[in-house]
């Protein structure tokens, strides 16, 4: 049985650990010393890294967990970021911890960008997008289009909705207040909005979410929606658009909020 566990990093990030008979993975270790930390704890051998894309708080500890644990093989994308032993590109396939692990290409965040999509995980799928799609929200267009992120963000729409969806930060408040102020009448969205608080208040982390779920409140995941579509052309003053004219300024939106 795996078990995928959160260790949180600077102030906001969740670097994540699978786990089974002893053995661990990490994905997107930003920094290493709440890293070792948690395996001594937990009493866990480190034996491989898996990386979604450049940014820093996302790779900054794969130096020092590599002294600690030679010559353990670092997956990632192609890109510039030292460290990373084994390059992946999308559709590509990898096996850890008996587990096979599907490769997505989502540029848009960056572009480099990849997701782990692990169809055969033991209770439901699980993917982890790292600051591709966030619970109750999307990662920031530092380098790609609209475009290439709305068509990531469908790659992700058409996993089954019983996927886990393991985003590597804890934005989900802040997301979903702007969620309301969008579609400030969906039921489902209010409900999850009471329920992320609640959690907050009691410091329990709000990721993993249910791709379902996302894709009820999720208003990145909405773009094609009509009530969507029209406050965010209200919003923005559009006679006439189509679904990359709502996502984009749905994103600026966000950006100014
Ligand atoms: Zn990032």
Known sequence: MLSISPISAFSDNYIWCVARHGEAIIVDPGDAAPVLQYLKEMDLKLSAIIITHHHYDHVNGIELLCEHYPNIPVYGPENQCKGISHRLKHNDRITLLDHSFQVLAVPGHTLDHIAYYLENAPSAPVIFCGDTLFAGGCGRLFEGTPEQMLSSLGLIQALPGNTAVYCAHEYTLNNLRFARA????????????????????????????????????????????????????????????????????????????
């Open 182 to 257: 969008v579609e400030p009448d969906n039921r489902e969205l209010l409900i999850r909005f009471e329920e992320a608080q609640a959690q907050r208040d009691d410091n329990i982390p709000t990721v993993p979410s249910k791709l379902a779920l996302e894709l009820l409140t999720n208003p990145f995941l909405r773009t094609d929606n009509t009530d969507v579509q029209e406050r965010v052309a209200a919003h923005a003053g559009l006679k006439y658009w189509n679904d990359n004219d709502i996502f984009a300024n749905l994103r600026a939106w966000k950006d100014n909020f």
